[in-house]
Nanobody
Framework: QVQLVESGGGLVQVGGSLRLSCVASGRTFGTYAMGWFRQAPGKEREFVAAITWAAGRTSYADSVKGRFTIYRDNAMNTLYLQMDTLKPEDTAVYCC???????????????????WGQGTQVTVSS
């Protein structure tokens, strides 16, 4: 099992930036991909971005393309999400996730991931 701990959330004004971090520990060897998901109050959890750990292939939700960047530090077992030009609709709890299951594409479904962090709150105020 992989343990995931997020940090970096907070309160930011519209148009501002935040960088989220997710440190992985435990059985990290064999991790195929990691991703960020978010859940706003009263809404379903939704995909934000994902990256394959070895090759670095990425995928983004249309709502964040051009504003968010996902990247990783393999040596530090850390996943990042750089969020720029934040909007009020980006307000949510952001969770990172990991999977050891190999697929032909970058996994974007919640069901593809089997390890989850507790989440960090991001609030964008107008």
């Amino acid at each position: 099992q992989v343990q995931l701990v997020e940090s970096g959330g907070g309160l930011v004004q519209v148009g501002g930036s935040l960088r989220l971090s997710c440190v992985a520990s435990g059985r990290t060897f064999g991790t195929y991909a990691m991703g960020w998901f978010r859940q706003a109050p009263g809404k379903e959890r939704e995909f934000v971005a994902a990256i394959t750990w070895a090759a670095g292939r990425t995928s983004y939700a249309d709502s964040v393309k051009g504003r968010f960047t996902i990247y990783r530090d393999n040596a530090m077992n850390t996943l990042y999400l750089q969020m720029d030009t934040l909007k009020p609709e980006d307000t949510a709890v952001y969770c990172c996730a990991a999977t050891a299951y190999h697929t032909m594409v970058v996994p974007t479904s919640t069901t593809a991931y089997n390890s989850w962090g507790q989440g960090t709150q991001v609030t964008v105020s107008s």
